[in-house]
């Protein structure tokens, strides 16, 4: 590679930092100290070592750069603009409403991957499209990542450097800009980039200690990652927050502000200037292909056998994966469990293992689907809680994964509360955009395993350890917003909403009432969300009682989604959920002291009559 031209390097750093100053002033908001200090690093990445068509940016060759210092933005959008992908009216457009230039970076530009401001998710995110580069498209693009060393606090960042380190990932390279100052004060580091290099190296990261503000350094350590074989480079750039610009540099205080005076310091780093950088475009490849191998056969399961709907989660994936070769699987160590494992077995190239680190498995996810795969990752609904911030971000990424929770509920039994999912449906449902389904028998399982697959946003599929009936067939379908009235007539007092595993404690309720000469409906709510809102209202109207039952605590679960779409009718509901702190016992043993089995359902809408 010939020496690059530092005056021009120079040059380019210098409108780097001065657009980032002109659009945090316009916008009257932002973080314009925390661009300058990374200006030089960036202006020779897209220089000299960037590989990137802004005309075709889902071209396959393409390098990534992540942004995971998301407060930077006025520096990436300082560097589309260099680049010529935006114009100098739109940069200054910046936080303003309306505009593609948000405070922090989202997909809603075409040059953006992943949404980033939620600190310590891009390089676990980085690590996601690095495995996909390596394992799956089988192309030599680069990830590009860059840092700030505050966010080298989060515990994610190590789950993401072991991961990267023992995947061996060459292609992922952290350019961590060491500036000193957080948002309160010093970092906990300060300059000290030996600490952040013994804690890379334990993980099997090759690292670079420069100088963040050197042209020559900075051009001869990301020359050195792109050569690096066998593991991923930290390059650790000490750099001046505010560099450049007197007023600021290396000030507390100054975080997240635009500059007091602005046109001072434009004038001080030598005024406006008009460089372009000419980013070169990767060469031609291909990606392996997705392409279907054979035709979907979903297992038929026997109407009147006990299967676990986990284990029927784990054989439609198998034909899924059969079907579509884009369809891959992420395991937290728990593939036994959520029989992930069969997965496993058959297609090993598309299993990735993520041990037990829930936050980099969603985030491998996340960096997965963008480069267009159709990731499942699975393991137990209480350890979601672990990665919900990631959960959280994926929506705003605009990214489509499909999560799958085992083990929900107090029906689990023995191993007590803390292995029990009993948040995980209020804390889907909350996402934008979000999918929750809890099915109940194994047929239906699979035909909703199939049906995530095609969709857009954050998918969850909720299922339950133990074996319950099948009472479906396996040609029957189940579309998403759907419902099933399993049970119906027009002497009933009540309709009973349920979903999973209470569906069938619900019917045995029913057959016994009904022996009784107490007629009740049974609604199997399968898709939480969105709802079949046509369906409950018309029970709502019909029966004017409703009693809603669930394995999950009572807020924000079934019965408060129900709740949602009949408040406005005005019928009574009766919400059965669980509602103290359950410990071990037998799974009967703990639906009734929850309160939700057979018989505090059919206790519930007796109560109905007596009232009635």
Excluded at 45 to 65: E, I, Q, S
Excluded at 123 to 141: E, H, K
Excluded at 393 to 405: E, F, P, Q, T
Excluded at 556 to 569: H, I, K, N, Q, W
Aim: net charge negative; charged share 25%.
């Amino acid at each position: 590679m010939p020496d690059p031209d530092l005056h021009f390097l120079g040059e380019l750093a210098a409108q780097l930092r001065v657009d980032a100053i002109r659009a945090s002033a316009a916008a009257g908001s932002g973080h314009p100290t925390s661009s300058l200090s990374a200006a030089d690093l960036m202006a020779v990445l897209f220089a000299c070592h960037l590989r990137y068509d802004f005309d075709d940016p889902g071209a396959v060759g393409n390098d990534h750069l992540i942004f995971s210092k998301g407060h930077a933005s006025p520096l990436l959008y300082a560097l589309y603009k260099a680049a010529g992908a935006i114009t100098d009216e739109e940069l200054l457009t910046f936080r303003k409403h309306g505009s593609r230039l948000e405070g922090h970076p989202t997909p809603r530009l075409p040059w953006v991957d992943v949404g980033t401001g939620s600190l310590g998710q891009g390089l676990p995110v980085g690590v996601g499209i690095a495995l996909a580069g390596r394992r799956l498209d089988r192309v030599p693009y680069h990830v590009w990542v860059l840092c700030g060393d505050s966010e080298l606090a989060e515990g994610s960042i190590w789950e993401a450097a072991e991961h990267a380190g023992y995947e061996g990932l060459a292609n992922l390279t952290a350019i961590v800009d060491v500036n000193r100052l957080g948002q309160r004060g010093p970092t906990r580091h300060g300059w000290d980039t030996g600490a952040y290099a013994r804690r890379l190296c334990a993980f099997g990261w090759h690292t670079i200690e420069i100088d963040g503000h050197d042209p020559g350094q900075i051009d001869y350590a990301l020359q050195d990652a792109r050569v690096t074989r066998g593991r991923p480079t930290a390059i650790l750039a000490r750099t001046r927050k505010g560099e450049g610009v007197s007023d600021v540099e290396n000030r507390e205080g100054k975080h997240g502000k635009p500059l007091a005076d602005p046109d001072r310091a434009v004038e001080e780093l030598g005024g406006p200037r008009s460089l372009r950088v000419r980013v070169a475009k990767p060469e031609a490849v291909t990606r392996a292909s997705g392409a279907a191998s054979e035709p979907l056969r979903l297992p038929a399961f026997p109407v009147g056998e006990r299967i676990a709907t986990r284990t029927a989660y784990g054989e439609a994936l198998v034909a899924l994966g059969a079907a579509r070769r884009d369809v891959v699987a992420l395991d937290g160590e728990v593939a036994d469990s959520t029989k992930t494992e069969t997965f496993a077995e058959s297609f090993p190239d598309r299993f990735f293992e993520c041990y037990i680190a829930e936050q980099q498995m969603v985030a491998a996810a996340v960096g997965m689907q963008v480069r267009g795969w159709t990731p499942y990752a699975a393991t137990f609904a209480a350890f979601f809680t672990r990665a919900y911030d990631f959960v959280r971000m994926a929506a705003v990424s605009r990214a489509d994964i499909r999560l799958v929770g085992s083990h929900a509920g107090v029906s689990i039994g023995e191993d007590g509360p803390s292995q029990m999912g009993l948040e995980d449906i209020a804390m889907m449902r909350a996402v934008h955009g979000s999918t929750v389904l809890y099915p109940c028998d194994a047929n239906q399982t699979a035909k909703l395993v199939v049906e995530m697959a095609g969709r857009d946003g954050v998918s969850y599929l909720r299922t339950t350890r133990g074996a319950t009936p099948v009472i479906y067939g396996p040609d029957e379908e189940f579309p998403i917003g759907g419902c099933r009235v399993l049970r119906r007539s027009h002497e009933d007092l009540a309709t009973i909403v349920t979903a999973g595993i209470t569906v069938h404690e619900a019917l045995a309720a029913a057959e016994a009432l009904e022996a009784e000469g107490i007629m009740a409906g049974v609604v199997d709510l399968y898709s939480i969300k969105p709802l079949d809102v046509h369906a409950l209202r018309e029970a709502a109207t019909t029966t004017g009682n409703m009693i809603t039952v669930e394995d999950h605590w009572a807020e924000g679960g079934l019965g408060e989604a129900v709740l949602s779409a009949v408040a406005d009718l005005g019928p009574r509901v009766v919400q059965l959920a669980v509602r103290s702190m359950p410990g071990s016992a037998t799974p009967e043993e703990q639906l009734r002291d929850a309160g939700i089995d057979r018989t505090a359902i059919a206790e519930a809408v007796r109560r109905l009559k007596w009232r009635a």
